[in-house]
């Protein structure tokens, strides 16, 4: 295999990319190929499904502006493809006097960033949502929605199809010899090569030269979701967030469907895929990841430990629950009874500096580029950030 350009992975990024690359470079060959033997198994098809709108993020970051204008894009595929969007937006709400001046902050960021947001007074919310408490005042995003994740990925992967992009399921990236990529089914040549495998984009960066001084930390992200009927919730309910890391905090989540899920949770992980107690345990990861999460113990400029600490204590669905509760009447333990999919959230980590990345990372030359930090919301991002890896590669080979 020689083609023009290869990616690694086909998750909703590398998906995106391939399909931006072979827009731009009509006569060449696109390949993506995916460890996996289908589409989205990985954070792509197990992440919350929102549309983020891009108001949590300081205007001069990479994120704000993808965020933006990924939230319209994305919309604006959905419909065109007929994909289900559920546009009920997203209440911010203040679980106490304290939040209100981090309101503000996050009013003035949607300023700034040219995303709609209305402040309204609590009885303005409990308009929107009946249900919600919030102490004096909440904010309202208009333009926040969710999709079926799944949904989304398996037509981005139908219309790369169509485009020419060749995308090659069940081949794994095993190393670099030289400029040969080594796969379990062969060896691959390309012109140029686009890294984005996400939990593993560290690993496979640093065959390459780059990372030195990032690695990957996983999360376990789960949700409970509710046994209420469709419609128990009117829109999405989330507490005001510490603006310190990028979690959001546990909150509700009105999914494509209109059914009610809760979380997620921010676990750290032991090892890159454990989405059960044992799946895919890899014993070199397991040290590599330990070692580090007792560095950050020790030392971390966002307090690891409290964060680790209280993480774990959301693998109770009493605390889960009692979390939500805070947000909204009528929440009791015996209606989240069942947890979705796990997911791994791929949050990279400044280890010289010991805190993690709030925003996108990529490194690369002539011959490759990396995509290191992909972190959310990059599913709602994954269209303009494509454009910006792409304008990153012309110029690397130019």
């Not at 827009?23 to 989205?40: G, P």
């Not at 300023?111 to 919600?132: D, K």
């Not at 989540?253 to 992980?269: F, L, Y």
């Amino acid at each position: 295999m020689t083609p023009d350009f290869l990616i690694i992975g086909g998750g909703i990024i590398g998906i995106s990319i391939a399909r931006e690359l072979k827009k731009r470079h009509a006569d060449s060959t696109v390949t993506v190929i995916e460890k996996e033997q289908s589409c989205a198994l990985h954070a792509s098809g197990r992440n919350s499904g929102v549309l983020h709108a891009g108001f949590y993020y300081t205007a001069d970051s990479l994120k704000a502006r993808f965020t933006r204008d990924g939230n319209h894009e994305l919309t604006q595929y959905c419909e065109e493809r007929e994909i289900p969007i559920n546009k009920c937006g997203k209440l911010v709400v203040a679980q106490s006097e304290s939040d209100h001046a981090f309101m503000d902050e996050l009013l003035e960021r949607g300023r700034r960033n040219g995303v709609e947001l209305n402040s309204i007074t609590a009885q303005e919310a409990r308009e929107i949502e009946p249900r919600v408490k919030t102490q004096d005042r909440a904010i309202f995003s208009p333009t926040t929605s969710s999709v079926d994740p799944l949904n989304v990925m398996q037509s981005l992967e139908r219309d790369a199809r169509r485009e020419g992009v060749e995308i090659r399921y069940g081949v794994s990236y095993l190393g670099r010899q030289d400029k040969e990529i080594v796969t379990n089914v062969g060896r691959i040549n390309p012109g140029y090569l686009v890294n984005a495998a996400g939990l593993y984009a560290d690993q496979v960066a640093r065959g390459f030269g780059f990372s030195a001084k990032y690695r990957i930390l996983p999360f376990k992200g789960l949700y409970l979701y509710s046994n209420e009927q469709t419609g128990a919730f009117r829109t999405n309910i989330y507490p005001v967030p510490d603006l310190r890391n990028p979690f959001l905090g546990v909150h509700f989540t009105v999914t494509a469907d209109g059914h009610t899920k809760i979380g997620p949770t921010a676990i750290p992980a032991l090892w890159r895929e454990q989405y059960r107690v044992y799946e895919n345990f890899r014993l070199g990861e397991f040290i590599d990841i330990v070692r580090r999460q007792i560095g950050l113990f020790a030392h971390s400029n966002f307090d690891f430990k409290k964060l680790a600490l209280e993480e774990v204590r959301k693998y109770s669905r009493a605390r889960m629950v009692s979390l939500a509760a805070a947000l909204a009447t009528g929440v009791k333990k015996e209606n989240y009874r069942e947890w979705g999919r796990p997911g791994m959230r791929a949050q990279l980590v400044n280890v010289k500096e010991r805190r993690l990345e709030m925003d996108f990372v990529i490194e690369g030359d002539n011959r490759s580029m990396h995509v290191l930090n992909a972190v959310s919301p990059g599913f709602t991002c994954c269209l303009p950030f494509a454009r910006y890896v792409c304008d990153a590669v012309s110029k690397n080979l130019d």
